[in-house]
């Protein structure tokens, strides 16, 4: 779980969200399973957000939405295997709406200076 800082598209103030943090392959990958929501919305206009770990470590990152493909199938399979449970179960009882409707955005940490906050 991570808390996910991203500014406000209309109102340019810093939102937070708690979400899972999925990771394939080494990659970080975070999304919502039933579609866009304000959260997803904000992430894909900013680009970019701030996620801090429980430990209170911070990292910038780049955010690029996925499409239909490999990537996008494979971060839909993490989804109900990583969840904890009961989202896991229900994540995967709806793995076909979640297959049509879901938003996922790979994260990728930023390594300018001062890239972590």
């Known amino acids: 779980m991570v808390d996910v800082h991203v500014r406000g598209y209309r109102t340019g103030r810093v939102r937070r969200v708690f979400v899972t943090l999925l990771t394939v392959d080494g990659a970080w990958y975070v999304g919502h399973p039933n579609g866009e929501a304000a959260w997803t919305r904000n992430l894909a206009v900013a680009g970019s957000a701030h996620i801090v770990f429980a430990d209170g470590t911070s990292h910038r990152v780049t ?18 295997s990583q969840q904890p449970f009961p ?5 995967a009882l709806a793995r076909r709406h ?18 972590n906050a």
């Open 98 to 115: 979640v297959r049509r409707v879901g938003i996922y955005h790979r994260l990728i940490e930023r390594t300018e200076e001062g890239g």
């Open 63 to 80: 955010a690029v939405r996925l499409y239909g493909g490999p990537e996008r199938d494979a971060v839909i399979r993490a989804t109900w």
């Open 87 to 91: 989202a896991d179960a229900v994540y």
